[in-house]
């Protein structure tokens, strides 16, 4: 366990968290499984301060000195991974430190990663991914990947690179950090022909980096429509899979109302069989072209 001392100033910025700082970051009593899973959503802005500075604190400690020269620590940032890994200070620590040697080994996978690089709006447009305009019941961000939209004139690898984008500003929402999102795809009328492309080395580069290392909390992933031959070639990242990660799958095939079970028909467009219009592909990447504008005017 981490042995991080935080000043006294600290602890009065933030009464409230003096349990908080007693014990949670020593030995996560805090975070147990019988304790309120909600608690670390409702954290005030002073216990989040506390928490980043806690994380900093940890970062100027370790020993590899490349990662915590580099890597960057400014709070949104900090935030979002603490949030990920529910303000528990050693996996906060650890997928951090994962990410950063992530981008590290995978240039290919960070280079010119923005909405300017051509591969990257070419999935966006495709709605590879796109994001619903309302939240779902649980107040989760939503998540849509229309498979058959894939035309295979670009690779796996830069629908990968467009998802990164698309969690990037999903996830500098404080909404969104805490409550997690749910990723839905669709595979209706996906081919067979499609399906090769979906290579087992970039399949496995996902799921590391989903997984391990970007600060994102996947609440539910639902596939739907998928053919057999789909379920055979996704076999070959269940190995790679860890058991929370697994047991937020689901495999709907055909049967709609089991996703509704999960996922409210009043978010849903019409062809997944719910209450809103169809869905636009290109309606995410216009709010995302918007705000930049609005960024770059400011």
């Not at 981490?2 to 409230?16: G, P, Y």
């Not at 240039?107 to 010119?112: V, Y």
């Not at 709907?252 to 062809?271: F, I, K, M, W």
Request: charged share 25%; hydrophobic share 35%; glycine share 4%.
């Amino acid at each position: 366990m981490f042995s991080v001392i935080l000043s006294q100033s600290a602890k009065e910025q933030s009464a409230n968290m003096s349990e908080y700082i007693d014990y949670g970051w020593r030995n996560n009593d805090l975070f147990s499984k019988s304790i309120n899973k909600t608690f670390y959503k409702n954290l005030t802005a002073s216990d989040r301060e506390v928490a980043i500075k806690a994380l900093r604190n940890v970062i100027k400690s370790c020993g590899d000195i490349e990662f915590k020269n580099h890597i960057e620590q400014d709070e949104k940032t900090l935030q979002k991974f603490l949030f990920a890994r529910k303000f528990i200070l050693e996996d906060s620590f650890e997928t951090l430190k994962n990410f950063y040697w992530y981008r590290k080994r995978n240039p290919d996978i960070f280079r010119d990663l923005n909405l300017d690089s051509a591969d990257v709006r070419k999935a966006l447009e495709n709605g590879l991914p796109g994001v619903l305009k309302d939240k779902d019941r649980k107040g989760r961000c939503v998540l849509l990947l229309t498979a058959n939209n894939w035309d295979c004139s670009y690779s796996l690898l830069s629908i990968y690179r467009a998802m990164l984008v698309c969690l990037e500003q999903v996830t500098n929402d404080l909404h969104n950090q805490a409550n997690g999102v749910v990723v839905i795809v669709d595979w209706t009328e996906f081919s067979y022909k499609q399906t090769s492309h979906l290579k087992p080395s970039i399949l496995r580069l996902m799921i590391e980096g989903l997984q391990d290392c970007f600060p994102v909390r996947f609440k539910g992933i639902h596939f739907i429509g998928q053919p057999w031959y789909v379920d055979a070639a996704l076999t070959v990242i269940k190995p790679f899979l860890k058991e929370e990660i697994k047991e937020h799958i689901f495999r709907h095939g055909n049967n709609l109302s089991t996703l509704h079970e999960l996922v409210h028909r009043d978010v849903l467009p019409a062809e997944l069989g719910g209450e809103q219009p169809s869905y636009n592909p290109r309606s995410f990447l216009d709010s995302l072209d918007t705000k930049t504008l609005s960024e770059k005017s400011t």
